[in-house]
């Protein structure tokens, strides 16, 4: 939901930050393979209909809307990531408390 959400938003012209961490962020390191896993029955059937995967959703979101994807350098710490692991489609490490005060007089959503 949270990929679908940045992507609509971010073609629809809203300035979209996605602040990646923990469970998110394996997916966005260089070799990772794993598929992500379907969550629940409304995952299977969004797969059934060839709804993209949320990674292909965040890169759309970027590339259509100009939407910035940012690894939180935290997780990477505790994960043991360095910046030249990322994939491509991130545009850096950021801290949580820079994208909190980036994001202050916007709308945060947490998924």
Known sequence: ??????????????????????????????GHTIKPPQEGEMGKLMASKNVPPFKQLFE??????????????????????????????????LGLTRFLSDAADGQILVF
């Open 1 to 30: 939901m949270a990929a679908m959400t940045a992507a609509t938003a971010a073609v629809s012209g809203t300035r979209v930050t996605v602040f990646l961490s923990m469970n998110a962020l394996p997916y966005f390191i260089k």
């Open 60 to 93: 759309q979101a970027k590339e259509l809307g100009g939407a910035t994807l940012h690894a939180c350098s935290m997780a990477m710490d505790v994960l043991g990531v360095g910046e030249a692991e990322l994939d491509g489609a991130l545009d850096g490490p």
